[in-house]
Every structure is written in C-alpha cells, then in structure tokens.
C-alpha cells in the first residue's frame, strides 16, 4: 500500500502560481509511476499530468501543457505539480495518484489516492 499527502493548494490570483506536493510513504514510491487529477465543481475528475518511476517521462493534458510541470524526488518520496500562468479554470481538487494499471491518462489506471488539495484562481 501506498499513502499519499498532498499540500500546497491554496487561493492564488488569475497568472500566479503555486506549487503542490505529495508526499508518499508506505511502499517503494520509486516503483510507481505518479499522476496529479483535478476535479472542478460539477465536473468528472480529469488528468492533468504523470511521471514515470524514473521520472524520464512526463505526459501532460493539453490545457496544461507549457504552464505545468510534474517532478519527483525518489530520495524523498515525493512529486511536485508546479503551476505557473494559472488560469480561473485551473480552479478545482487536486489529487495526486499512484499508478497501479495501464494507462496514465486515466484514472482507472491509478489505484492510490490522496485526500485532495484545493487550488482557487481568481480572476
């Protein structure tokens, strides 16, 4: 089992930036690949980044791409989502995942969760 902890949400203004962790802890945390999901008000959770085990590769969804970067520190077993240009629709729950299947994309694919960080965008 993987435990995840995110932090560092926050009410930010419309082109600011914030910088979210997920401090993991449990099972080798080198092992899984990583991902960060969003969730808006009335809306289905959606992807917004990954990073494998080695942290070589990282996938983005296109309404990130160019504004967020995913990293990770194995050493401290942790990844990080920084977020910069920050836009009212970036407005949502953030969660960090493990990746426990196939896909990176989805979130079917990740079977550990953390409890969610609120990210605010006003404009």
Do not use: H
Not at 34 to 59: D, H, L, N
Not at 76 to 105: F, I
């Amino acid at each position: 089992q993987v435990q995840l902890v995110e932090s560092g949400g926050g009410l930010v203004q419309a082109g600011g930036s914030l910088r979210l962790s997920c401090a993991a802890s449990g099972r080798a945390f080198s092992n899984y690949a990583m991902g960060w999901f969003r969730q808006a008000p009335g809306k289905e959770r959606e992807f917004v980044a990954a990073i494998s085990w080695s942290g070589s590769t990282t996938y983005y969804a296109d309404s990130v791409k160019g504004r967020f970067t995913i990293s990770r520190d194995n050493a401290k077993n942790t990844v990080y989502l920084q977020m910069n240009s920050l836009k009212p629709e970036d407005t949502a729950v953030y969660y960090c995942a493990g990746r426990s299947g196939v896909s990176y994309y989805n979130a079917a694919g990740y079977g550990y969760w953390g409890q969610g960080t609120q990210v605010t965008v006003s404009s």
